[in-house]
């Protein structure tokens, strides 16, 4: 395959016409294919967040199957937003999840996991994005159980601790 031009590609002698890369902007995994399209991409963020910070809730491919299955959304900050360019990107990814407290309706972070740019920027520039997208799914609230470290990124995004969060292994002695 030959590049012609920007958004032109040449399979054999067929042109393939790919939607031009845009900044990057998010957009939410709601069918199949986008799902599959984005998916490798946003994979080795929710990988190193789960081997990193989580402690045996969530195997990686937990997050897609309970995505395909309505359980949980996710949100990703790309540079293409039809799936088509050979080139596309991922720079952020959320996988999220809503929770029904009887008085207090949340959306509880799940994973969360980026390039270096996506984690920074995302805040800043998606920020209110995000607000919106989770008050217009009926939130008041964003939650998070995270590491030390996905604490201090959190804190940019307005994120205060709240709780803390224990835990009792009953299988051990």
Not at 9 to 21: D, I, K, T
Not at 53 to 80: F, P, Q, R, S
Not at 117 to 128: H, I, P, S, W, Y
Request: hydrophobic share 40%; with cysteine.
């Amino acid at each position: 395959m030959s590049q012609h031009a920007d958004n032109i590609r040449y399979l054999g002698n067929e042109p393939v016409q790919y939607a031009s890369l845009t900044d990057a902007e998010p957009i939410q995994l709601v069918t199949h294919e986008l799902i599959e399209a984005y998916w490798p991409l946003a994979r080795p963020y929710f990988d190193r967040c789960i081997r990193e910070t989580m402690h045996g809730e969530y195997e990686v491919d937990d997050l897609k199957a309970l995505a395909v299955a309505g359980k949980l959304v996710i949100i990703v900050v790309v540079n293409d937003r039809t799936g088509t360019n050979p080139y596309r990107a991922v720079d952020l990814a959320l996988a999220v999840e809503p929770i029904q407290y009887p008085r207090l309706p949340a959306i509880n972070i799940l994973a969360m996991g980026g390039s270096p740019r996506g984690l920074v920027d995302g805040q800043r520039k998606f920020g209110t994005f995000f607000r919106g997208w989770a008050v217009m799914n009926g939130a008041r609230v964003m939650e998070a159980s995270v590491s030390p470290k996905m604490q201090r990124i959190l804190r940019r995004w307005g994120f205060t601790p709240i709780y803390t969060h224990m835990r009792c292994n009953l299988l051990e002695g």
